[in-house]
């Protein structure tokens, strides 16, 4: 996970107290490294971790979502 507070701007109250718990989590929660080799490869489900945030009042026009099949091929 990134979070970069100094480009993240909290845009309702709400928001700024789930910034301010999310914060503290942080401090507390154990991290994981990972030890990147050549070839490895991070998958990420975009809609359980991304998109289950709901509904945005704010459009981004800009955004451009592509689906992605990776399939493993064994030899």
Known sequence: MRF????MVPFTNNAALARLVLLEQLEV???VSIAWEAD???????ERMLHARGETKV?????????VLVEEVLQ
């Open 4 to 7: 970069d507070p100094e480009c």
């Open 29 to 31: 929660c154990p991290r």
């Open 40 to 46: 490895d490869l991070l998958v990420i489900d975009n």
């Open 59 to 67: 459009p981004d026009l800009d955004r451009a979502l592509r689906r």
